[in-house]
C-alpha cells in the first residue's frame, strides 16, 4: 500500500470548455459546497405547524403560488424556488396567469383564496450584483405571514441562493429538511475517457473534476459531504482515491495488484470499506484511512464486491457469487452472521442504504434488463421501480424521498432521477453527456 | 519456431494499421518525430541482441532492418494491444475455461516456456449486460482463471500480470450476441522487456 503526495485538482465548468479554470475552481470551492457568500438571518420566526404532513400515506398536494419577485434576477429566483418545490410532489405550483394579485400590491388572501392557493410566496430583489432578496410566505387561510427572511448573495450564484430559500420554505411548510442544496457526484465520458463530474441535484451547473485516469467508477461521499472515494485505473493499476473538497486536492490511499474498488465511508468517516483481489482470491477489506490499516473481512474463491455500511454503522449490504451467481448479502462489521437477502432472479447487485436503514436499494435483472429494486433488511417487501430500458447504480436523497440512477431508456446513458416510490422519473442530465454511477451528497 | 515468431512479428506489422487503442496507448506514444526514432533505437538493438542468442527465437538482422523501417514503434504497439494470440471466450456470466478456449492456452503456454524471458499480461473484459462494479471482478476471475490454467502447465505465475476492464473496452459495439461474446473474453497482451 502506498499514499502518494497530494495533487493539486481543478474544476472546469462544463460548457464545452476543457480549460481548466482557476476562477470556477475558486467559485467552486467558495460558493457551491460552502456557501460561504450567504449569510442570513431571520425577522420573524414562527414555531412549526405543519401545513402538509408529507410523512402522511395520503398527501393532498398544497395549492401555492409564487409571485415573480421584483428586480434583478427576480423572475429567475422565483422560478428555481417554484421549479423545487414542484418537483417534490408535494407542492401544486398554480399557473402565474390565474393571479389577481399584482407582485407589488401588498398581500390580500381573498385575491389568493379565489383562486384556490392555499399558501403564497412574495418576494423583492434589489442590488446589482450582490444581491439581497426579502422573501414572505404567507398561509392564506389561516396565519397571514407565517414566514419572512432577509438573504444576501451574489448574482453569480443565484441558483444556490434559490435553493436556500426554496429549503426554508420546504421547512417551514413539511417540517422537514430539504434537497435543494444538494449535489450528485457521477461519472461521465468525455472524449472517451471517464472522469468524475458534479452537478447541483436538479441537474444544473455540471462541473468536470479534473483527476487523471482513463476509468473511474462510482464515488461515494463521506457522510459529511466534504470527501468523495472512489476507484480509477491509472497505468494499468486499479487504485482508490480520495478527494478532498475543502482542500481541492486527490490522494491515493490503496493500490494493490489486481483489481480495487471502494466501497462506501464508515459514519464516522474514518475509514471505507472495499473489496480487493489483492491475494488472488477476492475480499471484503475495511481500510483505516489515517493509518493505512487493512483489516480482511470476508475471503472467497468467487466474486465478493461492492460493501455498503448501514446509516447506524452496523451492518453491511455486499455482492456476491458464493451462491453460484451474483446475490445481496447482508453480515455485521465484522464479517459474522451472514445471511443472503435476495432470492428472485439471477443478477442482484449495486446495493445500497436508504438513509433511515429501513431500505437497501439495488439492481436486479428482469427480463434481460436491469431495473431498480428496494428490500426491506429482513427480506421482505421486494418492490421494482423501474420498468424501460436498463437503470443501474440507484442511491437514496439525504432525505430518503428521491432516488438518482442511471438508465438508458432514452438512448445513451444518462442521470435520472424519482420518487422513493418510483413515480416522477425524469433525465436530469443533458443528451450530449453520457452520464453514469451518480451518488447523491449527504448535503 | 523461428518461423512461427517471424509469422507473429508479420501479423503484429500487418494489424499495426488497425490498431485504434488510441485512448490507452497515447500517453505511451511520443509526441515527436525525435522522440519516435529515440523509442525505436533500443529496439533495434534489442532485436540484434535476440538474434545471437539461441534460445530465443529469432528474426534476422535483415528482416529486421526490413521492418524498422515499416516503423518497429508500431509493430511492438500491435503487438501490446491486438495481442499474438487469438483472445479466448468464456460463456454469460461466467470465469470457467471453456473446451474451445484450450488449444489456444496450450499454444500460450508452450511459447512461454520457450520464451523465458517474456511477461504476459492477462486482459479480462465482459460484455455490456452485468452492472460495472460487478463486471470489473468478473473480468479480473476471467484473467485468474486463465493465470491458473496456464501456470499449471508450468509457467511462472510472476510472469502472468492481470487486469480487469470489466465492460469498458468492447472488441465489438453492437447490441447483439455475436457481439456480446466477442467482448466476454480475456486478450494475451505480451509485455514488452
Known sequence: MKTAASCQLSVVSKKRTRIFCASALLRFCTSALFFLFTFHFSLFTCEAKVYIDITSPAIKKLPIAIQEFSGQEGKNIADIIRDDLDFTGFFLCLDRAMYIESPTQAFNPKNWSAIGAEAVIKGTVSGEQSLTVMISLYDVIGDGEIFKKEYKGERTSIRQLAHIIANDIYKHITGENGIFKTKIAFVAEDEGRKGLYIMDWDGAAIKRLGIKGDFVLRPHWSRDGTKLVYSSERGGQWGIYLLDFMKMTEKKIFTSRGLNMAGSFSPDGGGIMLSSSRDETYGIYSLNISDSTLTRITSSRGIEVSPAISPDGKLVVFVSDRGGNPQIYLMDRKGYDVRRLTFEGSYNTSPSWSPDGKKIIFVGRQSGKNQVFTISPDGSELTQLTDTGNNEDPSFSPDGRFIIFSSDRDGDNGIYIMRSDGESQKRITPTWLRAFGPEWSPN | ?193
Open chain 2, 1 to 193: 519456431m523461428k518461423r512461427f515468431f517471424v509469422l507473429i512479428l508479420a501479423l503484429g506489422f500487418i494489424f499495426a494499421g488497425c490498431a485504434q487503442r488510441a485512448v490507452t496507448t497515447q500517453p505511451e506514444q511520443p509526441a515527436s518525430q525525435e522522440t519516435a526514432q529515440k523509442a525505436a533505437a533500443p529496439e533495434t538493438a534489442k532485436a540484434e541482441k535476440k538474434a545471437e542468442s539461441k534460445e530465443t527465437p529469432t528474426v534476422t538482422k535483415a528482416e529486421s532492418e526490413k521492418v524498422a523501417v515499416v516503423s518497429v514503434k508500431e509493430a511492438i504497439e500491435a503487438k501490446r494491444s491486438i495481442g499474438v494470440f487469438e483472445n479466448i471466450h468464456f460463456d454469460f456470466d461466467k470465469y470457467y475455461i471453456r473446451d474451445d478456449a484450450k488449444p489456444t492456452l496450450t499454444a500460450v503456454s508452450a511459447w512461454l516456456i520457450k520464451n523465458k524471458s517474456s511477461k504476459m499480461l492477462l486482459e479480462g473484459h465482459c460484455d455490456e449486460w452485468g452492472t460495472n462494479e460487478y463486471n470489473l471482478a468478473l473480468g479480473e476471475r476471467r484473467a485468474k482463471s486463465t493465470k491458473d490454467y496456464i501456470a499449471a502447465s508450468g509457467v511462472e505465475k510472476d510472469r502472468l500480470d492481470m487486469i480487469s476492464y470489466g465492460e469498458e473496452r468492447p472488441l465489438c459495439k453492437e447490441h447483439d450476441k455475436e457481439c456480446w461474446q466477442k467482448n466476454r473474453r480475456v486478450q494475451f497482451i505480451l509485455k514488452t522487456q
